[in-house]
């Protein structure tokens, strides 16, 4: 899992370096008219980066409610051929509804005055896009409410487990609060331009939104769980860039930014 959690990270980060850079390059050249078939192909990474990160989330959850649940079943099945098999579920969804928006599109106009991979999709993908966030959000949300409540009361009477408790509460705390403002907000963002009246600008600017937001949140998510989850730290620190920047440690993780004497610790 923590494979999928880094490489949705990784994935989002270049559809968003491929957007940034070829909006340069149209900008250069003056270009003022574009093919659907050329903005789809610049947007897949990006389609592909927040449907890994969505489905990611989603087994995350799952597999700590499990744990929860069962933790004995748990400790049997988490072998790595289980493992394999959540990552190729989470990567042949992916890949499938990322090639969503190429169905139907020979139907359609084939130039743009503005290139989205929003605006450039077939006009029923909208339709699944809301139902694909939706479902998603709610399943997630339900989930992790669900492992609040499982582990509070099943430790309702014990004083030892207070910690345990306090640092649950903090990281669906911290999760979910991020998942909000950074993707269910751009995607109500996009359900709303729906109502409003879509036009190839305003299709335009959600579908940036929500890509930007959707990176944010999965580089967050990253942190968040490597907060908390040792393997996924020890994972990190093997990243040959990644380990110059973040210094993990069993309790503390350092976080350092382009200023040499600022940087901020979040203790676990």
Known sequence: MRSVCLSKSTVSGIGTGTRGISAMVFDAFNVTVFSKTTCLILGTPTLLGIHLSQTTMVAIAMDRLFCIWAPILYRRTETIAFG????????????????????????????????????????????????????????????????????????????????????????????????????????????????????????????????????????GNVFIYGWKHTELRQAMKRIPLLKHFIICKDQVITVTTATPMSHSRMYG
């Open 84 to 219: 394999f098999l959540r990552f190729s579920i989470c990567c042949a969804y992916s890949t499938v509804g990322s090639s969503l928006p190429y169905f139907g599109l020979l139907f359609e106009p084939s130039t743009l005055p503005v290139c989205s991979s929003g605006a450039a999709a077939a006009s029923w993908f909208s339709a699944y896009w809301i139902l694909f966030s939706s479902v998603l959000t709610l399943v997630l949300y339900v989930v992790y409410i669900s492992i609040y409540f499982i582990f509070s009361r099943r430790n309702s009477g014990s004083t030892d487990k207070n910690s345990v408790q306090r640092t649950i509460t903090v990281t669906i705390t911290a999760v979910l609060v991020s998942y909000f403002f950074l993707y269910c907000i751009p995607n109500l963002l996009i359900l709303i331009a729906q109502f409003v009246g879509p036009t190839p600008t305003i299709i335009s600017a959600t579908s940036l939104i929500t890509s930007i937001g959707s990176g944010l949140n999965a580089a």
